[in-house]
């Protein structure tokens, strides 16, 4: 017995503790549990064998990178060669564009201002100048990522990227991330920190087609790297890190605020690195870069569809080979690539011939500012394979850098009620007092009606266009119509969590969006090419539509796969096909009825479709299909200077009844343009519908009813409704409706700007509301 027991056990009485007695083995035949507990477990997990195995695994570790070290040379420098023209062409093989110039030119690092190379080593790599070239923790969660399929992540040193920028390649594999290492650390050893950082800079891709910081510096801001602020460099340095996000020329308001916060960044760890005096720093503003000079061969139209060609393959690539935007964007330009587009020559061309014709021919900015505002986009696609078959970017991508086709900035105002409908029947939705809203399921139209939850106003009420009261009016009457009150109300009785998630599955990127009520008024930001692909996965029953232009994209040593733009079932054939029945109602019946219905171009086409207007004209939405071909066009305001939103109104020579400038609205200039471009290149189709509802078929006898009405209908709801309408059409409607009985003749004079009635004569085919301030 030790000491220290004996003190314990004279402790407890003065007697000396009992020896601990060993357990005896168990004999033969002894049951199981006898047998001591965990013991072979202790004897295979010992601490010397865990501890010999750690060693050994370290041992091997260090051999096996010393094998590697001493068998990895340092490569020749390969950028250079890499620089190849890309080819484009039409879904047809025939070449439309031929892209490649390589603006690259190398500069002595000592013709760059010392603040301005400090910012490349604050946005980058800020233990640059003591590092010995790698990051260990960052390359091994690099390799763990990689082998884990995670794709790219950061933490690359300046050393690092140069390596990969100049002597490997952007592959995101375990082998190219060791040899990397290995490199990196020759390197490192070879060559001077000054010779490094000249290395990345003049090697690593800025956006525009620039290679370099010399290029660059022309491009962003048309003078040399010698002469650069430290401010301008400070962008330069924070566009590394996404060059096509981070240009200002065409950044979305989320990439603008991104690019000032990584222009913040910069300035703030070369504060702290002592590389600039904080007082300086506060006086430092924005560097608002020069609009682009353009590269040859994407001047004019075309060169907006090479700039969404560029965009889904670096998409896809990042996807495939987990690698990043920065590191995706310099594997596409001028690489060698001959990319073949899904656009179709005839139908591109006639979309063009139909913008110029029903809009820019009109056009006359030294007679009208507010013609040099007006700005078109459309994207169209083929349901059935997901293809784009025609884009209208702009007049041309070197005098306006924003993608109109792309461009997520304005509001698709009513061409958004379709998906809340599409939500409602999706989820079984019923109104306040459980009825299930359907085609026939009657709200209140009054105007600025509150919206109502279990009992409770929300606080939100909308004005209909120009303020009318329509009464008790079925789901098909007020889509027809654009009643907003309507959709309003539905939204909530569908829950707005539900409509955005609706709106998500068919093709909406909903990130960052509220469910808001005000959304149901179409408030948020989308582009011709998400309006297309919602349209289009409703055109296609619900199978979802990813719209996508290209159809190959080949290299000499590979061809990248292409996901097929037609995915899955997202919501049920029957809520889609009623969806596209009831927009049927919206072209025959509704705003859309004067240019697109009675077009004369239309020789039997079936059209679903709606229109669209935001607030104060800012905006003008058709979005429409046949059953081949679904085209969203958008009109939008955006003064010429400024880039800010303004209102289209009076564009083109407008007039008002009252001779004031008229309204450009959903059905005017953009229905015009989908009808010109559509009827020329489609022939007759009918849908094939899987529903029982909508101004497609015939509509069920009994409407339902949601909440009581402003007023309660004296009789069917086949009649007009008894509230007396607040405005008298200025034309005897002069043909009966085209709609069913059992829906309100849309002849009722409720109509605003592009709200026709059924027949009516309207004083200008531009302006159907005849001037009158609405929203659809």
């Known amino acids: 017995m030790g000491r220290a027991e004996e003190r314990r056990a004279r402790q407890r009485g003065g007697h000396r503790a009992a020896p601990r007695r060993r357990r005896s083995a168990p004999t033969a035949g002894a049951p199981a549990g006898d047998r001591p507990p965990k013991g072979r477990i202790r004897r295979l997990f010992t601490w010397k064998k865990i501890l010999g195995t750690f060693l050994g695994l370290c041992l091997l570790g260090i051999g096996g990178f010393i094998v590697l070290y001493m068998m990895v040379d340092i490569p020749e420098g390969n950028a250079a060669a890499k620089q190849q023209s890309n080819i484009y062409k039409y879904s047809d093989g025939t070449i439309m564009a031929r892209v490649g110039k390589t603006n690259r030119e190398s500069v002595d690092l000592a013709n760059v201002p010392k603040d301005v190379q400090h910012t490349f080593v604050a946005a980058e790599n800020k233990t640059f100048y003591t590092d010995s070239g790698i990051d260990l923790r960052g390359l091994a969660r690099g390799l763990y990522n990689t082998a884990m399929g995670r794709g790219a992540q950061g933490g690359s040193t ?34 001077t920190k000054d010779q490094i950082l000249a290395g990345y800079i003049n090697t690593s891709y800025y956006g525009r087609n620039a290679y370099g910081i010399q290029a660059a510096a022309q491009a962003y801001y048309h003078t040399d790297a010698q002469k650069l602020t430290v401010q301008q460099g400070a962008y330069l340095a924070a566009l590394l890190q996404a060059p096509s996000q981070y240009d200002w020329a065409v950044a979305t308001p989320t990439g603008k605020k991104l690019v000032q916060a990584r222009w913040n960044y910069v300035l703030d760890n070369m504060v702290k690195q002592h590389w600039l005096d904080p007082a300086k720093r506060q006086a430092l503003q924005f560097p608002y870069p020069k609009d682009p000079k353009g590269t040859p061969g994407q001047e004019g139209r075309k060169g907006y569809l090479i700039d969404l060609a560029n965009q889904q393959l670096e998409q896809q690539l990042m996807k495939q080979e987990n690698i990043s935007r920065s590191q995706a964007e310099a594997e596409v330009v001028d690489r060698g690539w001959t990319i073949t587009l899904n656009i179709d020559r005839k139908k591109q061309a006639k979309l063009e011939q139909a913008v110029k014709s029903q809009l820019t021919g009109k056009l006359d900015a030294k007679k009208r500012k507010v013609d040099s505002a007006v700005q078109a986009g459309a994207v169209s696609v083929d349901p059935k394979t997901g293809r784009i078959v025609a884009l209208y970017g702009g007049e041309d991508l070197f005098k306006h850098w924003t993608n109109n086709a792309t461009r997520r900035d304005y509001q698709p105002a009513s061409t958004f009620k379709p998906v809340i409908l599409a939500s409602a029947l999706e989820n079984n939705a019923t109104t306040q007092d459980g009825k299930p809203i359907n ?10 009606r509150q919206v109502v939850d279990h009992g409770s106003k929300v606080g939100f009420g909308p004005p209909n266009e120009d303020d009318h009261d329509y009464g008790p009016i079925t789901v098909q009457q007020a889509m027809n119509n654009s009643v907003n009150s309507v959709f309003a109300q539905m939204g909530m009785d569908v829950g707005m969590g539900k409509v955005m998630s609706t709106a998500n599955q068919l093709g909406m990127d909903t990130t960052g969006m509220q469910p808001v009520p005000a959304q149901t008024l179409g408030s948020m930001g989308a ?47 029957t809520a889609a096909d009623t969806v596209t029945s009831v927009l049927t109602g919206v072209v025959d019946d509704g705003t859309a009825k004067l240019n697109v219905a009675d077009n004369p171009l239309r020789n039997g086409q079936q059209v679903a479709g709606k229109t669209g207007t935001s607030d104060e004209d800012k905006s003008a939405w058709f979005t429409g299909y046949t059953p081949d071909l679904v085209t969203s066009v958008g009109l939008f305001g955006e003064d010429a200077k400024s880039r800010a939103h303004v209102s289209l109104t009076g564009a083109g020579g407008l007039l008002s009844p009252t001779g004031g400038p008229g309204r450009v609205n959903g059905g005017g200039y953009s229905a015009q343009i989908w009808a010109a471009y559509t009827f020329g290149v489609t022939d007759q189709a009918k849908f094939d519908l899987d529903t029982t509802q909508g101004a497609a078929v015939q509509p069920t006898d009994t409407p339902t009813y949601s909440q009581t009405p402003s007023q309660t209908p004296s009789h069917t709801p086949t009649q007009t409704p008894t509230q007396t309408p607040t405005q008298t059409p200025s034309h005897t409607p002069t043909q009966t409706p085209t709609q069913t009985p059992t829906q309100t003749p849309t002849q009722t004079p409720t109509q605003t700007p592009t709200q026709t009635p059924t027949g009516q004569i309207t004083q200008n085919p531009l302006d159907p509301g005849n001037g009158r301030n609405v929203r659809q």
Not at 165 to 190: A, F, G, H, P
Not at 545 to 563: G, N, Y
């Open 527 to 573: 582009s011709p090419l998400e309006m297309a692909g919602i349209y289009a996965t409703l055109a296609n029953h619900g199978n979802k539509v990813t719209p996508s232009i290209l159809k190959s994209a080949e290299q000499s040593t590979r061809t990248v796969q292409l996901p097929s733009p037609i995915g899955g079932q997202v919501i049920s054939r």
């Open 158 to 191: 300046i050393t690092q990227q140069y390596v990969k920028n100049y002597y490997l390649n952007q592959n995101q594999t375990v082998s190219r991330k060791l040899k990397e290492m290995v490199i990196s650390l020759k390197v490192d050893q070879k060559l």
């Open 439 to 448: 085609a026939n399921t009657i709200y209140d139209g009054t105007s600025g």
